[in-house]
């Protein structure tokens, strides 16, 4: 594909995050109907082990991709002029990256 | 049988109204268009675009009861009373249920819907066989009436970028054909954030296509295209 | 140009696609206010036990349950797309269908949701 701006590109992340978190959904799921945590202890030894704490990091991952372009398609249909919608998608992008610095810091630095 | 017609004439009104009309049934009005072009008779200003009758020209194409149809082959009896009918949503009037298609013709223009073959023609013509020709089906027998674009919310947002599901299915329709040798152009071509990527598979198109044809299937099948091009 | 949203008719495949708008915005919008329940559940004792206290408000499981409808709805018309893609009941009969299934699909949880908490 020759274009530097592609479609394609964006509809198979949005697809593709969707799939990572369906499962991640339902492995999260049925932890909690086979052995829910009932303690502060049990629940944070659980997602601070070093399996979860990846797979929920990039579920959070997988979700910034997928409200980016969620998200800017929404924009693209209902915001037409080009500045409003440029500084729309700038504060999008600003936000989603500060989440996952705040996702970050809890997952691997603040909690381990 | 009554009937509430979306009426606008640029030169005398201000803004569009819906004019009620009221009119016998005849055993002879089968479809809906029978019954407008009657009233036609009794009110000349009425106007609206008809030719073949009988669903092959898409002349006729409006919105009825709130659903993009073909007059010309909208069993009347059926609808709901009283008959509602307005132009073609979201694309300019005209006049009263003649609404302007440039845009929508642009768009289809711009898929560039004709075979690109530049192997010199053989003597008689480019052969086909019977299972390429197959593919074909569903496609070629679009009539570019509007009806589906026109009622695409897709096409509403972005009418300019987005190509729609009308020129999208012609666009799958060369794709597909064996006789084409622009299809990584073509595909190439709609590999863009709007000219097609702007369907989300609403699949207003297929509901309301009058030939039953499925434009929101055409673009899936292109999608799946590019991702094994790219692959 | 007549363009009036209420006198267009749409079928249940559109009213699907609009909800899944809906849900996705409103689920974007409670990104924080999950990752600050998170936060505070894994801080401690004392947050876990906040976290646990604010589940037990009604306020807290109202909301709750309408975030469990967003987000079922919005995963099983995604599941639904995802389908579509590959060609699995991307026919009319059968894509009126799952939309249905969709919007009472969601509906059905969130009543068994609301079974749960309330």
């Known amino acids: 594909m020759r274009r530097t701006v592609t479609g394609l590109r964006a509809w198979l992340l949005q697809r593709i995050s969707a799939i990572y978190m369906l499962l991640f959904i339902i492995f999260f799921l049925t932890h909690f109907l086979v052995e829910s945590p009932d303690s502060y202890q049990a629940w944070h030894g659980w997602m601070m082990s070093s399996g979860v704490s990846i797979a929920t990091l990039i579920f959070f991952a997988a979700l910034m991709l997928h409200v980016w372009v969620g998200v800017r398609d929404v924009l693209m249909d209902y915001i037409h002029p080009l500045a409003l919608r440029i500084f729309a998608l700038t504060l999008l992008g600003i936000g989603l990256v500060a989440i996952t610095a705040w996702v970050m810091r809890i997952l691997l630095m603040e909690h381990s | 049988m009554k009937l509430s017609i979306f009426r606008f004439n640029p030169e005398q009104d201000e803004k569009p109204y819906m004019q009620d009309y009221e009119i016998e049934l005849e055993t002879t009005d089968q479809m809906l268009l029978d019954v407008i072009v009657r009233l036609k008779v009794q009110d000349d200003t009425l106007t609206f675009r008809r030719s073949c009758r009988e669903g092959v020209c898409g002349s006729d194409a409006m919105n009825i009861n709130g659903r993009n149809g073909l007059a010309c082959i909208t069993p009347v009896r059926a609808l709901k009373e009283p008959i509602k009918l307005r132009p073609l949503p979201s694309f300019p009037v005209i006049r009263d249920l003649v609404v302007d298609m440039t845009q929508f013709f642009k768009q289809y223009h711009s898929i560039n819907p004709y075979l690109i073959n530049n192997e010199p023609a053989p003597e008689r013509e480019r052969l086909q066989s019977p299972e390429d020709r197959e593919k074909l089906n569903g496609l070629y027998e679009c009539i570019l009436c509007g009806c589906c674009t026109s009622q695409c919310p897709s096409s509403w947002w972005n009418p300019d970028k987005f190509v729609g599901p009308a020129g999208l299915l012609q666009a799958y329709r060369f794709i597909i054909d064996s006789r084409d040798q622009a299809t990584q152009e073509r595909l190439d071509d709609l590999n863009d954030p709007y000219r097609l990527f702007r369907c989300r598979t609403i699949m207003n198109c297929t509901e309301v296509c009058p030939k039953g044809l499925a434009p929101s299937r055409a673009i899936e099948k292109i999608r799946l295209m590019m991702i094994k091009e790219s692959l | ?118």
């Open chain 3, 1 to 118: 140009m007549f363009f009036n949203l209420l006198q267009i008719q749409m079928p249940v495949g559109a009213l699907t696609s609009i909800i899944h708008r809906v849900t996705g915005i409103f689920l974007a919008l409670s990104i924080p206010f999950s990752i600050y329940v998170l936060n505070l559940s894994l801080q401690g004792p004392q947050g876990y036990a906040q976290v646990i206290a604010w589940f037990n408000q009604s306020s807290f499981r109202v909301a709750a349950i309408i975030l469990i409808w967003a987000l079922t709805h919005h995963l099983l018309a995604g599941v639904r797309h995802l389908l579509s893609d590959v060609d699995v009941g991307s026919q009319l009969p059968a894509a009126r269908r799952s939309a249905w299934i969709v919007n009472l699909g969601s509906v059905v949880v969130a009543l068994l949701a609301t079974g749960v908490f309330l």
